[in-house]
């Protein structure tokens, strides 16, 4: 048996934006939702996709950065903080209302998935500062936003395309 080609982390990215709008569309279609419950599983995927595209986004990031860039949280490391893709990245995730940080809340509020805390040491410092990185990111989104959970997901599938695409123009010209 033969294996099939390692697939390419701007590949990765590409496909999980796709499956992201493409199941936002449906999540936005009336005549294929009846029931509350399907709305609110097709919207959980939807989240799902949007996390495996940052998550390959991350790999792909860290070939820029030339060293393994596992979760949000190591953006903040002195080794990967100096970079600058990374800190165009730390940018975005200062503004108000920004994609990253909208993002990030719904990783967290959908998925309840803390993978903040995978592979932490007992180091209790450490945990409560990787903590407090996701609280911040979700404490930066306006809660009194007026626009519909379908409308904010479309804004962060657009907003992170365009970001990754300016990433890649960048890189390109180096």
């Known amino acids: 048996m033969s294996q099939s080609a390692k697939i390419k982390p701007e590949s990765e990215v590409n496909a999980y934006l796709f499956y992201s709008n493409r199941l936002l569309n449906l999540v936005s279609s009336t005549i294929l939702i009846e029931q509350h419950v399907d709305k609110m599983a097709l919207t959980a995927a939807v989240c799902l996709s949007l996390k495996q595209a940052w998550m390959s986004w991350l790999k792909e990031l860290s070939g820029y950065v030339g060293s393994e860039i596992p979760d949000y949280a190591s953006l903040l490391s002195a080794e990967h903080s100096s970079h600058p893709e990374v800190q165009c990245l730390l940018d975005v995730s200062k503004q108000k209302n920004n994609w990253l940080s909208l993002m990030m809340s719904y990783f967290e509020l959908r998925l309840n998935t803390p993978s903040i805390m995978n592979g932490l040491d007992d180091d209790k410092e450490q945990l409560t500062d990787k903590i407090s990185l996701s609280r911040i990111d979700a ?6 936003m007026k626009n519909s959970e379908e409308v904010q997901l479309s804004t ?19």
Do not use: C, G, H, M
Request: hydrophobic share 45%; no cysteine; proline share 0%.
């Open 139 to 144: 404490l930066q989104i306006d809660t009194e």
């Open 156 to 174: 962060v599938i657009t907003e992170f395309k365009l970001y990754v695409n300016a990433v890649r123009s960048r890189q390109a010209e180096w």
